[in-house]
């Protein structure tokens, strides 16, 4: 059965400590890993997408990185405004896309 | 540019009931995707439409159905309406068939009592 799990599920961090969020995957047929932001009361904003083992993007104090199972997100000097749920999705032979349950990500000052 | 919007941005309905939701996709887009998030959760798929068709379709109950219009908008209808179904419902849209990256509106909070 496709899985998409996430860890840790909560991260609490100081201002500038950098971090890395994990996302695990069992798809069938992987056809995209993307990645979403998304704050309280909104809809997830997409990030990245990741297609293939050992492609990686960047965007400002984030990059994305992708092996042949498992995914990360690299936070690098975070700001409090970086806090949010990081949510992490894969694609699969199917089209389908299966979502984890998320990451919350908290940045204190 | 718009991107994708949604209507109502929140609704109170009671067990039974019958509700209907709407989503216009971004300029640009022709596919529609539905997805249900509960607190806490990640979304969870429910279909997706292309030209006018439901092509793809998650692990949810004939209660819930939809509908695509010739302008790439469409409807989310959920019938006998339960306590579980109290969620987010997101709606996204992509460009083409296939895994593309989806832009997402904010959402309908959706509350059953």
């Known amino acids: 059965e496709d899985q998409v799990t996430q860890s840790p599920e909560a991260l609490r961090l100081q201002e500038g400590e950098s971090s890395s969020l994990n996302c695990s995957y069992t798809?069938?047929?992987?056809?995209?890993l993307f990645w979403y932001r998304q704050d309280p009361g909104k809809g997830p904003e997409f990030l990245f997408t990741?297609?293939?083992a050992g492609e990686e993007k960047e965007k400002e104090r984030l990059k994305a990185t992708l092996t042949k199972k498992e995914s990360f997100l690299h936070i690098t000097a975070p700001k409090p405004e970086d806090s949010a749920t990081y949510l992490c999705?894969?694609?699969?032979?199917?089209?389908?896309?299966?979502f984890g349950s998320g990451t919350r990500l908290s940045i204190r000052p | 540019d718009a991107g994708v919007t949604q209507s109502p941005t929140h609704l109170i309905k009671t067990r039974g009931q019958q509700v209907t939701l709407r989503c216009s996709p971004k300029?640009?887009?022709?596919?529609v995707s539905w997805y249900q998030q509960a607190l806490g959760q990640g979304p969870q798929f429910i279909f997706q439409?292309?030209?006018?068709?439901?092509?793809q379709r998650g692990n949810f109950p004939d209660r819930f159905s939809g509908h695509q219009f010739p302008n790439y908008s469409s409807e989310l209808n959920v019938n006998a309406l339960l306590l579980g179904d109290s969620a987010l419902y997101l709606c996204?849209?992509?460009?083409?068939?296939?895994?593309?990256?989806?832009?997402f509106g904010d959402g309908t909070r959706l509350s059953i009592l």
């Open positions: 798809v069938s047929g992987l056809r995209g």
């Open positions: 439409y292309y030209e006018e068709e439901e092509r």
């Open positions: 996204a849209s992509s460009q083409g068939r296939g895994n593309q990256p989806q832009h």
């Open positions: 300029s640009g887009h022709d596919t």
């Open positions: 999705a894969a694609g699969s032979s199917a089209s389908k896309i299966i």
């Open positions: 990741l297609y293939s």
